[in-house]
């Protein structure tokens, strides 16, 4: 067996347990040598065992078995160009055929044990089938097509899946064109062949780019600089669109379109162009080849997804407002006299629906107030919170929440990103509120679950997981919570019990796995009982199941007898397959919610649905007279008395932040306006209504004078930047640099500035600029992903902030589409860092993909820290015993006892063997005609006179012995003989 060991360091304890068995040996002189033998050795076994365990101990065992696995590029670049021949009905075959059928040819050595796996990737790697010993190779590697070619992150991908005990070889099937850098940092420790993908266009048109001015004045005229590279001769029209309006570039001519001639090479198109209103323009160019033969062959064209790009200018334009509020009854707004009063100030006002919330930064970045009427969490879009969050702390922009039964804490914003930035605390003390909510999750976790989400590495098990548990952040701390999964039987995952260790709860949800059948009744049965055990005053079963339940007969009746016991039941079929009649029928026999999901990527949306009771506890109705606290404060103007109103939401004030301003509080103290600044930004929050509770407020100057001053307040500062921003596109990163320049037009010099990176979905990425030059400050971002980004220069001077800059990129999708040949020699670089081997995808050689030959083998380290831990245990109880109890004395008192009993049992047969010769004397027979003549015998000598005095020396108990001898002697002699 072979050892290795990680901390060395620490064997050195093996020198302390040879010095404590010498002391110890030293030390226990008192004790007899057995058990000091057995005390100083087990004390230093259990120092030289500890030793060995914190040195990191591993059993080396070479693994036998081999995982191999494909990496099939499934990109635009290869979908467009490459061609793998005919099939033999003539059709065309498309790479997923050619890469599987190129890993079945080559099976060659795989023995009984070896797996296979696939990972397919575009702009991202999903995993198409986990190591595998059966079946991988009959499942398709097509995924929902994301822009880019990460080839470095599906390598990286294939590597996790590697099992910790079998050797790995990767086989990559692609063209080499990755848009993520990083293909020269990959690891060598795992053997990679590489399959080359080779093709070589020879027409094809690109349009490279779309160059705008970054900022510009409302109304100016502008020019673009349209950038189309061209391989052979080919026309085509030109359009352009701002907002995805179209651009009349034919003048006084029908249609909007420029008619184009290219020649091949570079061409330069300038189109001038007048901004229209809007604060943010993103102009998209696109041309369209003229077509040889409808819908596959154009002039001098071969793909169509390089044909377009974008650009972003930002106007200067002040006092837009985004009023978001849900469609009442009857088509009404809440929002609606509110929207009058602001639109009264001279803003501009849009109105949008919650679901129609802006997808970025961008879109957000057009407004300098955004107003939330009465909105829920879940009904904006997944990821608006963190938006939010950066528009008001990154951006500057303004945010007020305004209350309503669906706001705030009755919302479900508790555990949201901007939580961290409102100005009143949304979980409320236990003493106000007192209804309590039972929910039970009963969650699928059968086979079906472990479908891949399309275009993502994750299953819907996990999506499923992490869905259920993010929501559990909308309950409190004194809602009970239970977790049940079910497949062919009903497991508990989490008793049912107070919420208050979520992470805990959290970590058992996203362990669930899958595998088995799809057993609805028994996950249903086992939360009815967990339910019926607690008293709560809402109680909530979330069910959630993609298939059809093994016994459908049984869940009408279930669910009707969970309805009479105020049991609801809201149900999410999720996928294809889901039962949708049953599932419905559940929800509607117990009065629960029917949710319908065909994305499991909207899950966590809907788990929020499904979770957020109306928390009628999280709102106080009834009338009261709101008091004022600071009747001059900078965001509500000068107040006197105010009208009454008739409910909120209710709140805690943040005593320990002396930022917060809290003007105004309902007549038990809880907040009623709150704000504060936050980052670059502003946040309100007014936790009453603008309709119905507010409805004495409607009319009275107090209205509008209150919004109106505090929506002046919150929005978006007027000051303008000291700088101005460049960016120009590297391949698929942008260098940027920053002029700042003083109201006299003189540059600023000794500046940080720090720009931070948004991309479409909120991730954000910081660099610090250098100053090359009076007043410029130049950097470069990393690579950034297909679709629109925000960078926002901050500069600040000895550690004041100034005006930030904004301005807007979009990355076109077709980063890919620029190289027009494969890239081989990247893949063939990346096989002989590894050690792999090169194959061609076209050839007839026969390949065998799991040869061990030139195979690096893997050793899999199996810790033992385990059994010396146990076996450490075992010698401190010796090493205690030894010292604490004297064994020894027990099996002295044992010996003398066993002494002793033997010494009984010899007198016992001493004496049955005297017994014995006195009967056998009895019995002998008289023998007759014996010579009785006397015999000679000497003649004794005369008896000594008893001595009257023993001498003084003599030791009493000689002189004792000595006498029973004498006594004895002379009995002898006098004795008759016979």
Known sequence: MNLDIDHPVWLLLVLVGVLSAFWGWRAMRGIPKGRRALAVGSR??????????????????????????????????????????????????????????????????????????????????????????????DRS?????????????????????????????????????????GLDRVPGDVQIDVVPIRYQIDEEVIVESVEVPTRALPGAQIEARVVIRSLAQSSGELRISDNGNPIDLNGEASGNAMRVVLDPGQRVLLVPMTLGPSRVHRFEAQFIPDEIEAGKQYSGDTSLQNNRAGGVTM??????????????????????????????????????????????????????????????????????DGLLSAYAQDLGGGVIFVGGCEALGAGGWQGSVIEEILPVKLDVADDLITPQVAVVLVLDSSGSMRRNLAGSSRSQQQIANESAAAALEILDERDLIGVVSFSNNAQTVVEIGTNDRPESTRARIESIGSGGGTNIGAGLRVAQRMLESVEASTKHVVLLSDGESMNPGELPGLADEMGRQGIKVSTIAVGDAADEQGMRDVAKRSDGVYYRVLNPSVLPTIFLKAIRVVRTPMVREGDFAPIVLDSQSP?????????????????????????????????????????????????????????????????????AQLWGTLSAWTMR????????????????????????????GAPIDGLTVELQQYDQSGQTQSITLTQVGAGRYTGQTLAMSPGVHVLIASPSDGGRALQPTIAGLEVSGSAEFAHLDADPQSLIDLAQRSGGRVFDLGSTETVDLFSREGLTIRQSLQPVWTVLIAIAFVLFLIDLAMRRVAFDRWFAQAREDTIAAARAVRGEQMQQAFASRQQAKQAAPAVGDIDRSPMMRPQPKPKSEPKSEESASDNPLLAAKRRAREQFEEDGANEPRP
């Open 717 to 744: 500062s007027g000051d303008e930047s000291p700088g101005e921003l460049m960016i120009s596109m590297k391949g698929s990163s942008a260098e940027v640099e920053y002029n700042a320049i003083d109201e006299q």
């Open 635 to 703: 965001a509500t103007g000068t107040l006197g008395a105010l009208p009454t109103l008739g409910g909120l939401v209710m709140t805690e004030r943040i005593g320990d932040d002396p930022r917060v301003r809290t003007p105004i509080v309902s007549d038990k103290g809880e907040p009623v306006l709150a704000y504060h600044q936050a980052g670059l930004g502003r946040v309100a929050v007014f936790t009453s209504d603008v309709g119905y509770w507010a409805r004495d407020w409607i009319g009275d100057p107090v209205f």
């Open 141 to 181: 590697v097509t995924k929902t097509p994301i822009d880019g070619s990460d080839l470095p992150g599906a390598i990286e991908r294939a590597r996790s899946l590697v099992p910790p005990d079998s050797n790995a070889r990767i086989v990559v099937f692609s063209d080499g064109r990755s848009t993520t850098p």
């Open 44 to 137: 230093a076994l259990l120092l030289i065992t500890l030793a060995l365990a914190m040195s990191g101990v591993y059993r080396v065992q070479k693994a036998d078995e081999l995982t191999l696995i494909g990496v099939v590029d499934v990109s635009g670049s290869v979908q467009s160009f490459a061609r793998f021949g005919t099939d033999e009905l003539g059709q065309p075959i498309d790479i997923d055929q050619a890469a599987r059928g190129f890993l079945a040819r080559s099976l060659g050595s795989r023995q009984d044990d070896d797996r296979i796996a696939l990972v397919a990737f575009d702009g991202n790697a999903g995993v198409v089938a986990a190591p595998s010993r059966a079946g991988v190779l």
């Open 315 to 384: 106007t200067r334009s002040r006092g837009r407002v985004l009023v978001v509020s849900p469609t009442g009854q009857g088509g009404t707004r809440e929002s609606a006299e509110l929207e009058r009063v602001l639109g009264t100030q001279q803003w501009v006002i849009e109105h949008r629906l919650p679901s129609a919330f802006p997808g970025d930064l961008l879109d957000l970045e057009s407004f300098d107030l955004v107003v939330l009427v009465n909105t829920p969490r879940d009904g904006l879009p997944n990821g608006s």
